[in-house]
């Protein structure tokens, strides 16, 4: 069994600073890539930043310059480091990871339960 769990989320005011944290956890072999993807009301789920266990990360348009991603590949965790806050952030934000399970398939798809970040104008 596979677990993912962020945090971090809350509200800010526009500007300012949030730190999101994923952490996977469970019987996990290998993590081959780590994303984050956000939900705002109303609308589709989109990407906002991924990264491979490489270290090579892509971006949504929309985050380049203001977002961060990186991974703790010992500790099995991402983060998201977002600053420049809009009110246009404003989502449910989830963690994704595709995982090897130890004694178990490769590519296995895992999501968490997401966190709120809220930025007022």
């Known amino acids: 069994q596979v677990e993912l769990v962020e945090s971090g989320g809350g509200l800010v005011q526009a500007g300012g600073s949030l730190r999101l944290s994923c952490a996977a956890s469970?019987?996990?072999?290998?993590?081959?890539?780590m994303g984050w993807y956000r939900q705002a009301p109303g609308k589709q789920r989109e990407l906002v930043a991924t990264?491979?266990?490489?270290?090579?990360?892509n971006y949504a348009d929309s985050v380049k310059g203001r977002f961060t991603i990186s991974r703790d590949n010992a500790k099995n965790t991402v983060h998201l480091q977002m600053n420049s806050l809009k009110p246009e952030d404003t989502a449910v934000y989830y963690c994704?990871?595709?995982?090897?399970?130890?004694?178990?398939?490769?590519?296995?798809?895992?999501w968490g339960g997401g966190t709120l970040v809220t930025v007022s104008s």
């Open positions: 990264i491979t266990s490489g270290g090579s990360t």
């Open positions: 994704e990871a595709i995982l090897s399970i130890v004694g178990g398939p490769d590519g296995m798809d895992y």
């Open positions: 469970g019987s996990i072999f290998s993590i081959y890539f």
